[in-house]
């Protein structure tokens, strides 16, 4: 893979719920490493009940043999709530963009990283990491506009490199 083509994402989506069993098959992927935060829940969130929707996708998803990991940079704890309610396994403070989680990851699910999907909001961490390790990487609208600085920094060059790849970004 080119340097240049590092932080083109496979496939943008509107939000984690559109990937389907079908949307999988047609990738021949079989498991899905997941960001949390603005990709399963808005930054900070610990509503779970407002998560009712993503917490039956992924119940479904599943179900149907998908293999699922959460690949957080969230604290451990923060993570762990999560992980509690999600019922499958997965991380916190994994450092992403860097590779050697998402290895593990990998291991976990007992997958060839060209049949896992890497799925989150951010092309420097979530969308780079994925395909340094030759994964599927799917990118998806981040679900609340995060305030830190150095988020809205990020944002700024996310739009200016989709922009080149063709993709509009919100927000
Ligand atoms: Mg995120």
Redesign the pocket.
């Known amino acids: 893979m080119r340097s240049k083509s590092l932080l083109r994402p496979r496939d943008v989506i509107g939000h984690v719920t559109h990937i389907t069993p079908e949307f999988l098959a047609e990738r021949q992927l079989h498991g899905l490493l997941l960001?949390?935060?603005?990709?399963l829940v808005p930054y900070g969130s610990y509503a779970s009940g407002e998560a009712a929707e993503v917490l039956a996708w992924a119940r479904d998803l599943k179900l149907s043999g998908i293999g699922l990991y959460l690949l957080s940079n969230a604290t451990g704890r923060r993570a762990a709530f999560w992980l509690d309610h999600l019922g499958f396994q997965g991380v916190g403070l994994a450092g992403k963009p860097n590779p050697r989680a998402y290895r593990h990851a990998l291991r976990g699910l007992g997958l060839p990283p060209t049949q896992v999907g890497m799925v989150?909001?951010?092309l420097f961490t979530?969308v780079l990491g994925g395909n340094l390790c030759g994964m599927h990487t799917i990118l998806v609208q981040p679900l609340a506009v995060n305030a830190l600085p150095h988020t809205r920094v990020a944002r700024k060059l996310e739009r200016a490199v989709l922009k080149r790849y063709g993709h509009d970004w919100r927000p």
């Open positions: 960001d949390l935060d603005n990709t989150g909001d951010q979530d």
